[in-house]
């Protein structure tokens, strides 16, 4: 069965902090791994797409990596902001069609 | 950038009555599109994937004759909720796959947030 986790459920941090967070998925066999960004009441909105054959994409103070063979991938922030706040979900495609979706990381950056 | 929109982005309606949401492609033209729900604190799932032309693919546990989908056009894909409960109410993504690029590139609409009072 294909899943997708993503721990911790929760996290909240002082500004300025770098943190990671994780996501890990069943069966390594990926087409694409993307994250996302989701503020409360409001739609999806991509952060970085990752390939298959890729190791890692970076975009601004965010970085994502992908391990295929221990089926995890990372979101680096660094230097957080208080407008970081959000949640942040993982999503596994593993044919070229559906996205699976973790439930998500809550994270709050305390000015 | 490739753009999908969702109408209306937020609607509230009667027990009973039907609702129509919109997944619209902008600048690509999307032979498949993909519907998913999300319920409160939980995480998106997969409803139905919508083909231009043909009859909509629903996920175990959907049912059709409820989440009416129609994919009449490269451009457009509708999701009807008859019959509307206030268990269906939850918020509604559509995903648009590009039919010119690779597979697995999809573009996200910003979402409906559906109220059945």
Redesign the interface.
């Known amino acids: 069965k294909q899943e997708v986790t993503q721990i911790p459920a929760a996290l909240s941090v002082p500004e300025g902090e770098n943190l990671v967070l994780n996501c890990s998925f069943t069966d390594s066999a990926i087409?694409?791994l993307q994250w996302?960004r989701q503020d409360p009441?409001?739609?999806?909105t991509?952060l970085l797409?990752i390939?298959s054959s890729q190791r890692e994409q970076t975009s601004g103070r965010l970085n994502a990596s992908l391990d295929k063979s221990s089926g995890r991938s990372t979101l680096y922030i660094a230097a957080s902001q208080p407008g970081d706040s959000a949640t942040y979900?993982c999503?596994v495609?593993w044919?070229?069609?559906?996205?699976?979706?973790?439930?998500?990381t809550s994270l709050t950056v305390i000015p | 950038g490739a753009v999908v929109s969702q109408h209306p982005s937020r609607v509230i309606c009667k027990s009973g009555t039907s609702v129509k949401i919109e997944c619209r492609s902008l600048d690509f033209q999307a032979t498949t599109m993909f519907w998913y729900r999300q319920f409160p604190k939980q995480s998106l799932m997969l409803m139905a994937t919508s083909n231009e032309g043909s009859k909509a693919t629903y996920e175990q546990g959907v049912e059709k004759d409820k989440f009416l989908i129609n994919h009449a056009s490269l451009t457009l894909s509708t999701l009807t909720v008859t019959s509307a409960h206030p268990e269906d109410s939850s918020f509604y993504i559509c995903s648009a796959r590009n039919r010119d690029r690779a597979l697995g590139e999809q573009y996200f609409g910003p979402g409906t947030r559906l109220t059945v009072t």
């Open positions: 087409y694409n996302f009441g409001k739609g999806l991509s797409l390939q979900l999503a495609n044919t070229g069609n559906q996205f699976y979706f973790g439930t998500g």
